[in-house]
């Protein structure tokens, strides 16, 4: 073991933990929908960021982790087109996406 | 090797990751959507570089390409779509500072605990690589061990646009 930063799988891990908390406390805080869409993208960049540490320090066979991080990439790609088309959806309906607003019952 | 150069990379990894911090608390953080869009792009540069650290330059690329060039791209044609500024604050403002001191609370609550679980643990090294993680590597294992999956990501991406499509279509007039 180096005594390079760099090549400690610790300061990955802590640097994930840090974008997932990020991310939940944006989720917690943010009032528009868009704002919560960014923060569920450093929640998966989180995801990635574990994935790519274990698999360059632990895996077996390091092509694996790529991979399904390419997968991963994919999905989070796929996941912002479907949430940005309803978030036009619902903008076109209540003119507006603060989610304090987005509710028909009363109470 | 040129004496220092040691430094150099460390220096290079520290930039690296203060500008990947740096970039999650200005997405979270700031009001106005559009630089928060901004930090989430800043931050997806900090962790391409963190994946050339890791070995992966060719990852290192895909981030670049598909979060910064696709995905906060898309997120700003949806800010021009819509209206996504934070609303100024109506309710009262000692609820407002509970729900700040809550979310705090439980993100922090989450940092210590996975990075606590994170440090801890532990993890096994390989006894012995099976390949080398190269381009190469993933290309023949994409198109062999993986190729199903491969085609079913392309799948699931064309539903993707067809049910955005359709979605975004669906309350607008006809002419």
């Known amino acids: ?13 802590v640097l994930a933990a840090f974008l997932l908390a990020a991310g939940i406390y944006g989720l917690v805080r943010r009032r528009t929908l868009i704002g919560m869409l960014i923060s569920g993208e450093l929640i998966f960049s989180a995801a990635a960021l574990n994935f790519m540490a ?12 790529q991979i399904f991080v390419l997968f991963l990439m994919g999905l989070a790609a796929a996941e912002v087109a479907i949430a940005l088309s309803i978030i ?6 209540y003119s507006s996406i603060h989610s304090k607003e987005l509710s028909d019952l009363q109470g | 090797m040129i004496p220092g150069s040691d430094y150099l990379v460390i220096a290079i990894f520290g930039v690296i990751v203060a500008t990947t911090v740096a970039g999650a608390l200005l997405a979270v953080l700031s009001t106005r959507i ?41 997120i700003v ?13 109506q309710e009262k403002r000692h609820r407002e500072m509970l729900w700040g001191g809550v979310a705090l609370l439980v993100s922090a609550a989450v940092f210590w605990g996975v990075s606590r679980l994170g440090l801890r643990g532990n993890w096994p090294a390989p006894a012995v690589r099976a390949t080398d993680g190269s381009v190469q590597a993933i290309g023949t294992a994409l198109l062999t ?31």
Do not use: K, Q, W
């Open chain 1, 1 to 13: 073991m180096s005594l390079h930063p760099y090549d400690h799988l610790g300061v990955y891990l």
């Open chain 1, 54 to 65: 274990l698999n360059r320090f632990l895996a077996p066979d390091p092509a694996v982790g």
């Open chain 1, 88 to 93: 036009i959806a619902v903008y076109r309906n």
């Open chain 2, 34 to 74: 559009i630089r928060s869009v901004c930090g989430l792009a800043v931050c997806c540069i900090g962790l391409a570089g963190l994946y050339y650290f890791l070995n992966s330059p060719f990852l290192a690329l895909m981030e670049i390409l598909i979060y910064v060039g696709a995905v906060c791209v898309t």
């Open chain 2, 77 to 89: 044609f949806g800010v021009m779509l819509s209206e996504p500024d934070e609303p100024s604050p």
């Open chain 2, 145 to 175: 061990t993986y190729s199903l999956p491969f085609e079913l990501i392309s799948l699931v991406l064309l539903v993707a646009i067809l049910g955005a499509l359709v979605i975004a279509r669906g309350g607008r007039r006809p002419e």
